[in-house]
């Protein structure tokens, strides 16, 4: 019978794995809201489709899935014998990459809200 | 100097080596994991026959679904996964003795930013009473005849500074009227001779600020 850290580490593994694909096969099929994932909305209630969210998830994803594969490649396959292995460090690159993604996604709410201010008027 | 070494080398503390495990450490770790294996199962069950909703979990008050908090969620995996990862990969299996800086900063980085995105929403009125311009049918029944009784629709407005709507029918003729101003719907008179008209009619609420907010609500003629 195997150790009980091992089970430990199974059911610990199967339940993410699990709750992970809950969560995509409900944004999926619908279940899960993502209505307007991707429209930004203007003062007076008008939405638009918005390119700088679609950049934000692109990096999201991009970020995501990059640091969880440098986790599995450096920690993982490439652990030298005896060391105990650590949470990587994000690079100071994607960090300031996340940074700028952010940055355009604000301005380009910020300058959608001023549109509508100077298009009212106020 | 060699004696100082082996001095120092005397009175440091011994490393602590495991001893065998004990059939209380074994019952309790069995124990522990079942009652955490069975809280797993459950809360997984629960999700999948949705008695716990996630169908707002991305969601703003408004409806919407929020950039924000899906990054939030794909960063919450990924950091989760990543310390599975490490955490079981060694045996024994250990937590790891420190989080970097680099991801606290990428959690500020994206909480900072909805902050901020949450700022830029409510200085405005519009944002702050919800941001989304929306109308929503209140319908007291569903149900008449030919010939019956009327029925007085309401609709709540939100995210719109003027609250007015505007009423419709679809088909806008033989199934009946509604008063554009105050939604109140009149089934068509029951004919003298012949089968009365039955079917379904749609009514449309539309905001007279904004005519992208409607709603529609379905009245079954019996």
Redo the contacts between chains.
Sequence with gaps: MPPLETIVSWIIGLFLLSLLVLVLYRMLTGKINTRYLFYGQRNDGTRYFSPERVQLMIFTVWVGLSYLLDTYETQVVHLPPGTQPVLPDVPTKTLALLGASHIVYLSGKIYSMLLARITKGV | MMLLLLQEAATAAPTPTPGPVTWLE?TS??VA?GF??LV?VAL?YY??T?RID??????EPS?????SR??L???T??????????I???H???F????????L??LG??A??YL??KG??F??P??ASG???DVKIVAPTDTTSAGGATIAFSAQTS??TNSDVTWSLDPPMGMGTIDPQTGLYTPPPKPAVGQAPTGNVIVKAASVE?A??TDTSVVKLV
């Excluded at chain 2, 996630?54 to 969601?59: P, R, V």
């Excluded at chain 2, 409806?63 to 950039?67: C, E, F, N, V």
């Excluded at chain 2, 995996?77 to 490490?86: D, P, R």
């Excluded at chain 2, 790891?96 to 991801?103: A, D, M, T, V, Y």
């Design positions: 074994l770790g069995w994991l955490l294996g797993g997984l999700i999948f949705e996630l169908s707002q979990l991305i969601s409806g919407d679904a929020s950039m899906f990054q969620l794909v960063f995996f990924v950091i989760a996964a990543s310390l599975f990862l490490i079981a990969s060694p024994p299996p250990a790891p003795k420190e989080i970097p800086n680099g991801i900063v990428l980085i994206s900072s930013s901020v995105s830029i929403q200085s405005s519009e944002g941001g989304v311009a995210g719109l904004n992208t907010a």
